[in-house]
């Protein structure tokens, strides 16, 4: 089982970037796509970027597609996600999730959560 503990999160204004890391600890990390969910007060969960086990493969959420980046570090059993040009509507708790196999998009494929870290982007 693996362990996941997300950073970096913290209150910006409009406009402002932030970047998220994900350790991960306690199984295989190289092995497993990666995924970046958030939820927002009021609202159910949402996907938000995926990367593949090798880090080749990226998909992204269409409201953040162009702002955020997904990348990993593989030796350093991390992942991460760059938010840039950050909007009022990106204000959620992120929660960053390891998936069951080398490629996934799909939440239900992601096995494994973190506790999340709050995102607060103030107008």
């Known amino acids: 089982q693996v362990q996941l503990v997300e950073s970096g999160g913290g209150l910006v204004q409009a406009g402002g970037s932030l970047r998220l890391s994900c350790a991960a600890s306690?199984?295989?990390?190289?092995?497993?796509?990666m995924g970046w969910f958030r939820q927002a007060p009021g609202k159910e969960r949402e996907f938000v970027a995926a990367?593949?086990?090798?880090?080749?493969?990226?998909y992204y959420a269409d409201s953040v597609k162009g702002r955020f980046t997904i990348s990993r570090d593989n030796a350093k059993n991390t992942v991460y996600l760059q938010m840039n040009s950050l909007k009022p509507e990106d204000t959620a708790v992120y929660y960053c999730a390891q998936g069951q196999k080398g490629w996934t998009t799909m939440e239900a494929d992601f096995g494994s959560w973190g506790q999340g870290t709050q995102v607060t982007v103030s107008s």
């Open positions: 306690g199984r295989t990390f190289s092995r497993y796509a």
């Open positions: 990367i593949s086990w090798t880090g080749i493969t990226t």
